[in-house]
Structure formats: C-alpha cells, structure tokens
Nanobody, 127 residues
Framework: QVQLVESGGGLVQAGGSLRLSCTAS????????MTWFRQDPGKDRDFVAA????????LYADSVKGRFTISREYAKNTMYLQMNNLKPEDTAVYYC????????????????????WGQGTLVTVSS
C-alpha cells in the first residue's frame, strides 16, 4: 500500500513562490493519476491541479491556471506543485492524492474519486 507525504509548505509573502512535494513510499506511483487539493478551515476540499499517470496530461483549476505547475518525477516517486505569484487567497492546507489507473489518461478532480491521501501541508500567503 502506498503512503503519501507532502512537504514544502510554509509562510510566503504575496507574489512569492513555493514548491510543494508529494513523495510516495511503499509502492511506486508509476500507474497512479495524481491530484492536488486545498482546503480552508470549515470549507470543502477544492481541486487545484491533476496529472495523468504518464505526466502527459495536466488539468488546473481556473484560479491557479498560469501560476501553478504540476509535475512528477518518477525516479524519485514524487509529484510536485510549483506555485508562483502566490496570493493571500491561496492560503490553505494542500493535500496530494492519488488513484491507481489502468494506464489510461484519466485525471480526477473530484476528491471522492481519489483513494490515497497525504496528511497535508500548510501554505500561508501574507499580504
């Protein structure tokens, strides 16, 4: 069974950048479609970005398009979220999630579709 651990969160000023990592252990992520979500306290978990198992397809929420980039590095069994031009409204706990796929191009933006989750990493953007 795969375990996911996020890292890279922290405090940054508006306009700054952070790179989040989601590293897997216990199993390779090679066949997993992966997604980033974020959640404010008391609110639903929102879709941020998704990537297909082979990294060839990506999907972004409109609110982060052009500022965030999702990627994956198979040799390190890790997925990334590069976040540039951060805004105070990007403040949230960021979660990575995955789902094993039959090597198709599926990506998942509904949290209910993902079955493997990390514990989250907090990103705080000050104005």
């Amino acid at each position: 069974q795969v375990q996911l651990v996020e890292s890279g969160g922290g405090l940054v000023q508006a306009g700054g950048s952070l790179r989040l990592s989601c590293t897997a252990s216990g199993r390779t992520l090679n066949s997993y479609a992966m997604t980033w979500f974020r959640q404010d306290p008391g609110k639903d978990r929102d879709f941020v970005a998704a990537i297909s198992w082979d990294g060839r397809s990506t999907l972004y929420a409109d609110s982060v398009k052009g500022r965030f980039t999702i990627s994956r590095e198979y040799a390190k069994n890790t997925m990334y979220l590069q976040m540039n031009n951060l805004k105070p409204e990007d403040t949230a706990v960021y979660y990575c999630a995955g789902r094993q796929t039959p090597y198709n191009g599926n990506m998942y933006r509904d949290a209910k579709s993902l079955d493997t989750w990390g514990q989250g990493t907090l990103v705080t953007v000050s104005s």
